[in-house]
């Protein structure tokens, strides 16, 4: 079986320095799995290398064994990755309806089409209806996206991520700034569309990784110092070292 | 799974008759004008109205829709009317048979064709990228205009005879009510087929790229192919508002294609409203009128058009369109009537404020404009002398006075604006 996401000695630079310095990863289909590591450590760059943002300095991603590396973001959405950011990133003047829609346009197979129009494409729209219901926002879906609350945002966020049924779906700090409720909601959320999917996720709240992930990559100065499950990362002597030695510096 | 039906189904199958109902009214409207400003000058009017309305919808696909500033989109507006005036020319000639009042249809394609040439580099990015080639084309189109005298005619541009075509039912177009007709028949079906397109998965992929095109990446769509096909589309409707125009003028000439039409359907688009479909219909209407009558009273018009666009940019970026939607839940909650006392209180001290800038602006340019020696000028109906010490108080007073009690008024305005927008007090009762 091929691995859903297979990494192989990526690196990224920016001028003279490197951020990611030769990780290695494989990630197999419908895994869960955690990137984990202090700040600054290049998770976020990662996502970006995998998810087609950045374009890739060496190394490659092949994603269900095709190498997407330095395709743009909306060929490799095509092949089945799809992720969500850090910062939210939605259509803020449109109403969430249309917004979670437009996650789903292209993989109902709309592409740029101008003699469909929307309002009538029935399967569509209860589909996007569906998943405003995954995402319990029913209530919300007429009013603008950008006066939502910042956990509704959030939610938001990841349904229009998930909305298209992508098979690797890749979660940037998915319960960032949430409140433990919040948080809780988010990760019930989190589990019920990566139902059958593979799943990565960056996540600085470890309640959070140790109750969802399958395993744990540990990301230090761009590069992966271990990969493992959580029971043996969480006493993982090297990791703790690297990690709160890390941490407490800041 | 019930309630997932209930909220799919008012966007999936609204009543067919209330989504017609505007449509409707908008037909009657047509129909129904030229009975009441039966006038030529009405009609001249409302025909320069129709074709500004097509054009300024069709720079809104591009501004309001898709988030692209262009300064030249008057290139794909005076294409279409060479193109138009040119196919005239052939039916007149008896070169070719073809409907004289399908004649915007070849204005249009040609305005797609170029569309699909010039959006092919200019849409690879959004902002400033796009602006500056946008203007760099329309300078190109411009200049060339001058060049290409085969084409373009020259200085004095390329004249046809609409009347020259086959009868349709036995009009020719030979009168100016005949072409009204014409151009509201193109209206409607544009603004409609303009409406259709912006419900489309391209023109709803228009407005996601428009507010944020990385995400729209990240859901599949290539941010440069959904600006494409709102460009390719935007040109095409705007070819058919030139050949509407070279249908209606019998005569199109640079100034056409140059950066002014270009920058005069920027401004009706932004002072309409570029956030709203019917916006840039309002600012076509609004400039039209401006200009037909308004330029009748003073020469200055131009100069009140930008004070207009200028303070519209700065005070009301939703425009006029933006105005009015600003007081529907005012409405809504009939709590409008709050309102029109304290903007009378204000209004008329700044009426007169306005008065005198206005009376100000028009003694300037009559002291720098008249013959030598005359001082004598009128006003609205008001005789009075440019150079007395009279008028000049009396402006001053105008202004300083009017502006002073629209300052003083603008307390009572606001807190009545709060009142008139207040929740209704039974949500709040609720909610406590």
Request: hydrophobic residues 45%; negative net charge.
């Amino acid at each position: 079986m091929t691995a859903a996401i297979e990494l192989t000695d990526l690196r990224k630079s920016f001028g003279p320095t490197e951020i990611i310095r030769g990780v290695n990863l494989t990630i197999e289909k419908g895994e869960r799995h955690a990137i984990i590591g202090p700040n600054g450590a290049g998770k976020s760059t990662l996502f970006h290398l995998i998810s087609g943002r950045y374009n890739v300095s060496g190394g490659s991603v092949k994603l269900h064994g095709e190498n997407i590396s330095n395709l743009p973001p909306y060929e490799i959405y095509r092949k089945g990755l799809s992720r969500s950011f850090q910062v939210t990133n939605i259509f803020p003047n449109m109403s969430v309806f249309e917004n979670v829609r437009c996650g789903l346009m292209w993989v109902k197979d709309y592409k740029y089409s101008f003699w469909h129009l929307v309002d009538r494409q029935r399967e569509l729209n209860e589909r996007t209806a569906e998943v405003i219901e995954e995402i319990g926002l029913t209530s919300r879906q007429h009013i603008p996206a950008g006066v939502l609350t910042y956990a509704e945002q959030r939610a938001l966020e990841i349904g229009i991520s998930a909305a298209g049924g992508a098979d690797a779906i890749m979660l940037d700090e998915p319960t960032a700034g949430m409140s433990h409720s919040e948080t809780d909601q988010a990760i019930e959320l989190i589990r019920k569309i990566t139902d059958g999917k593979t799943l990565v996720m960056v996540e600085h709240d470890m309640g959070v990784v140790f109750d969802l992930a399958d395993r744990i990559s540990v990301l230090v100065y761009g590069e992966i110092i271990a990969t493992d499950t959580p029971e043996n990362i969480r006493n993982s002597k090297a990791v703790q070292e690297a990690y709160l030695g890390a941490e407490a510096e800041e | 799974m019930s309630e997932i039906t209930k909220t799919a189904s008012p966007v999936a199958s609204r009543p067919l008759l209330k989504t017609l109902t505007p449509w409707i009214g908008f037909l009657i409207l047509l129909l129904a004008l030229p009975n009441i400003f039966s006038s030529n000058v009405g009609l001249y009017t409302m025909n320069l109205m129709g074709i500004f309305i097509i054009f300024a919808l069709s720079y809104n696909m591009l501004l309001g829709q898709g988030g692209m500033l262009s300064f030249g989109h008057a290139v794909y507006f005076g294409l279409g009317g060479f193109m138009s005036v040119h196919f005239m020319n052939y039916i007149e000639d008896g070169d070719f048979t073809f409907p004289m009042y399908l004649i915007p249809i070849f204005g249009g394609l040609i305005g797609l064709v170029f569309g699909i040439i010039i959006g092919s580099f200019s849409t690879r990015r959004a902002g400033t990228v796009f602006a500056m080639i946008s203007l760099g084309v329309g300078e190109l189109m411009a200049a060339s205009s001058l060049i290409f005298v085969a084409f373009f005619g020259g200085e004095e541009g390329v004249s046809g005879d609409r009347t020259t075509g086959p009868e349709l039912m036995g009009i020719n177009f030979g009168q100016d009510i005949h072409i009204y007709y014409l151009i509201a028949g193109w209206v409607f079906v544009t603004v409609a087929l303009m409406y259709l397109f912006s419900r489309t998965p391209a023109g709803r992929m228009a407005n996601a790229v428009r507010d944020n095109a990385e995400r729209a990446e990240f859901v599949g769509y290539s941010q440069r192919k959904v600006r494409f096909v709102s460009f390719c589309a935007s040109g095409f409707f705007a070819g058919i508002a030139g050949g509407l125009f070279a249908l209606n003028f019998e005569i199109v000439t640079e100034e056409n294609l140059n950066a002014l039409t270009s920058g005069t359907v920027l401004l009706m688009a932004y002072i309409g409203g570029v956030g709203f479909f019917i916006g840039p219909i309002v600012g076509a209407v609004v400039f039209t009128l401006l200009q037909s009558i308004l330029s009748n009273y003073t020469d200055i018009w131009q100069l009140y058009v930008g004070i207009l666009f200028v303070l519209t940019v700065m005070y009301v970026p939703q425009g006029l369109t933006g105005i009015i939607v600003m007081h529907t839940a005012a409405w809504r909650m009939r709590r409008i009537g709050l309102l029109v006392l304290p903007y009378l209180r204000a209004g008329i001290p700044a009426l007169a404020m306005l008065t005198g800038i206005a009376t100000f602006l028009e003694t300037i340019h009559h002291m720098r404009s008249s013959v030598e020696g005359e001082t004598a000028m009128s006003l609205m109906g008001v005789d009075f002398d440019s150079h007395g010490i009279v008028t000049w108080i009396v402006i001053l007073a105008l202004v300083v006075v009017g502006g002073y009690l629209t300052r003083s008024q603008l307390p009572q305005l606001r807190d009545a604006w709060e009142m008139a927008n207040k929740p209704p007090a039974k949500a709040e009762g609720a909610g406590s």
